[in-house]
């Protein structure tokens, strides 16, 4: 009989303890939760949660499973266990499947896609990389395995400057192609001229009538935030304040932010700032729902309207499912994975 799970099962009633909806909500789906514990327990599987999860999702993952996608991708490539299960969308379950060929990797709902990887397949970067042939092309993980494979670099909302400026350096040219986020192309190219680089960052939409989005992140506006600042009483560069933004809202709206990053990166920053009362997330509302358990002295602000649709279709059922029948397998091309995880391996050597 298998019982370590017990202990998951204290930590999770403890730290939501602050939150009395989401302690209420562990206590009403706790015979599911026990269930998936002890499979986690059993079948010695890794379970990784992405910051987007829903609270009893994401504490289904111990601190050191949980993370952006580049922590988890890191987790997925040093991990000695037969079998992973991923809480987040298809293509970060894929990205673990690149790195770990001889693993079953299994994401409870095979649809959960995304509004960037969706619509960009392999041709459109061969187009580019035609039009450009000098430019390396750095894509950012959210894509799938044919867009990787066409690919330099691959990056994530942690590390695009670095990995940017790194692959222009490599190739010693000052034109870069970064697909398929438009938005974060122009973020990209905003941060490079502010620190006076010349690197030109080539983009879906800047020469042609492509363009890469993020459902979620698109809804955000700059006279949202303004207004918000002004209701919530969260003055810019306030010590007890602050309004943290994702790399893939608009500009305009990065503009408005105290600090901008990935989701991890977000949550260091309120780690970071100890004297921080009040916090509103220009991101997916759950990403906060954690937060607020992880730092209860925090109020954080949230815009709930906001969600991810792919992340919401990852539900504790489908999981307990997906661990007791190993079903929901994701499978990638051997050819084509080899290819893809160059540009993997690539972003996970640049320190
Ligand atoms: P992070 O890598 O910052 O977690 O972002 C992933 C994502 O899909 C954000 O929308
Ligand atoms: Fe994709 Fe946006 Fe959802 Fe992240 S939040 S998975 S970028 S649709």
Redesign the pocket.
Known sequence: MVRVHESSIKRIDASLKSQPDQHLDFLVKKSVIEKILYLKEKKNVLILG??YMEPLIFQLSEKNERG???ALSQMAARSNKPIILFNGVRFMAETAKILNPGKKVLISDLEAG?SLADPFTAEDVVAYKLKFPDAPVVTYI?SYVEVKAESDYCC???NCLKVVKYAAKEAKTNRVIFFPDSFMGKNIQNELKQEGTSIEIIYPGKYDDKFGK?E??EKFTAEQIREIREQHKIPKSSEDSAVLV?W?CKPEVLKEADFFG???QMANYIKENPRLKKVYLAT?CEMAANLASEFPQVEFIRSCSIFCEHMRRITLEKILYSLENEVYEIEVNPSLRKRALAPIKRMLAIK
């Open positions: 992405h910051n952006d996608s580049l995304c959210n994530t909302s942690s993020c979620v992140h994702h893939e990935s989701t991890s997916e």
